[in-house]
T-cell receptor, first 109, second 114 residues
C-alpha cells in the first residue's frame, strides 16, 4: 500500500514562491504525479516524475528523490488563480494511483 | 461528448436505496477508475478496470460494485446506500500504454445519503 503525507494548508503572497513537500512510503513505486484541483472542480494533471531530479514546466517544477521517498512541487511567480488544492499521487506497479489528502494553497494579494 | 461525462451531477437519496453513478468516456482509454473524495482524506480508489471485461478492487471497495461491458462505460453501483457513502465521486480514465499514464477526471457526482 501507499502512505502519502503532505501539509494540509499553505499561504503565500502573490508573486512569491511556494514549495509543497510530499513524502511517501510505498510497496512498489512506479511514478509520482502532482494534480491541481480548484474548489468544486475535478483534479487536473500538473506534472509527472519517474526518475530522480527536477522537471520544469513553466512556473511549476516538480522534484523527485526515490531513495528518500520525497517529492516537492514548486510554484513560482504565484498568481491569484493558483489558489487551489495540490494533490501528490504515487503510482504502483499495477498502474493504480494513490493520492495524498492534498495541500490547500491560498494566494493573498 | 468530450472527455469524461458523469451523471448525475448531484443526487440526494434515502439510505437503503440502490443507486448507479454513470461514467462515459470518448477517448478510447483502456483503463477507468472510480474514486471518492472526502474532506481531509483525499481521493480514495474504489474500483478500477484496466481493460473492458475486467475489474479490480481499490482501497475502499465495500458497498460498491462496477462493471465494464465495453471500453466507454464504467458504471458504479451502490446496492444499498448508507450515510457513510455521502461523498463526491470522481470517475477517471487513462491510456495504460502511455508512459505517464495520466488520469483524466470527470466533473464529479456529489452524492448525499440521508
Amino acid at each position: 500500500g501507499q502512505n502519502i503525507d503532505q501539509p494540509t494548508e499553505m499561504t503565500a503572497t502573490e508573486g512569491a514562491i511556494v514549495q509543497i513537500n510530499c513524502t511517501y512510503q510505498t510497496s512498489g513505486f512506479n511514478g509520482l504525479f502532482w494534480y491541481q484541483q480548484h474548489a468544486g472542480e475535478a483534479p487536473t494533471f500538473l506534472s509527472y516524475n519517474v526518475l530522480d531530479g527536477l522537471e520544469e514546466k513553466g512556473r511549476f517544477s516538480s522534484f523527485l528523490s526515490r531513495s528518500k521517498g520525497y517529492s516537492y512541487l514548486l510554484l513560482k511567480e504565484l498568481q491569484m488563480k493558483d489558489s487551489a488544492s495540490y494533490l501528490c499521487a504515487v503510482r504502483d506497479q499495477d498502474y493504480k494511483l494513490s493520492f495524498g489528502a492534498g495541500t490547500t494553497v491560498t494566494v493573498r494579494a | 461528448i468530450a472527455g469524461i461525462t458523469q451523471a448525475p451531477t448531484s443526487q440526494i437519496l434515502a439510505a437503503g436505496r440502490r443507486m448507479t453513478l454513470r461514467c462515459t468516456q470518448d477517448m478510447r482509454h483502456n483503463a477507468m477508475y472510480w474514486y471518492r473524495q472526502d474532506l481531509g482524506l483525499g481521493l480514495r480508489l474504489i474500483h478500477y478496470s484496466n481493460t473492458a471485461g475486467t475489474t479490480g478492487k481499490g482501497e475502499v471497495p465495500d458497498g460498491y460494485s462496477v462493471s465494464r461491458a465495453n471500453t466507454d462505460d464504467f458504471p458504479l453501483t451502490l446496492a444499498s446506500a448508507v450515510p457513510s457513502q455521502t461523498s463526491v465521486y470522481f470517475c477517471a480514465s487513462s491510456h495504460l500504454a502511455d508512459g505517464a499514464n495520466v488520469l483524466t477526471f470527470g466533473a464529479g457526482s456529489r452524492l448525499t445519503v440521508l
